[in-house]
């Protein structure tokens, strides 16, 4: 019984990891099983989501500060303070502007994609229309 109080324990303490696995492995297999190019895009943009959602909680420190200095407060409490690493939410903010990006370069391919294959249809169907008149 106390090892499952441990598993139970733990799980609790680290609920945020969990789900975010659990997320992102259920995008990958939305990327995985569908036929459809939307859903693969949204599941990759949901897939991005999660990394960037990992990381970001991976970079904070419970009961840290901002990494924000204010010069007015003396250098003693300075020294004690603890601050949170900026460097994971800079980057992250960059994988945001990345993840819109190619999620935005996918739609106009996928667009692009659908128009051509529109405009085959209709070759084929005038192709056919030519061959039964004629």
Known sequence: MNNLSLIINHISNKYNYYLIFFIMFFS???????????????????????????????????????????????????????????LPQVLMLTAIVVGVATFAVGLAIMIKINELERDKENTDNYIKEDVIKS
């Open 28 to 86: 990958l297999f939305h990327i995985v099983n569908r036929e459809n190019i939307l859903h693969k895009l949204i599941g990759l943009s949901i897939f991005q989501t999660t990394i960037i959602i990992l990381y970001l909680t991976i970079g904070f420190n419970h009961g840290s500060d901002y990494p924000i200095i204010n010069f007015e407060e003396t250098s003693e409490k300075l020294s004690k303070t603890v601050y949170n690493n900026p």
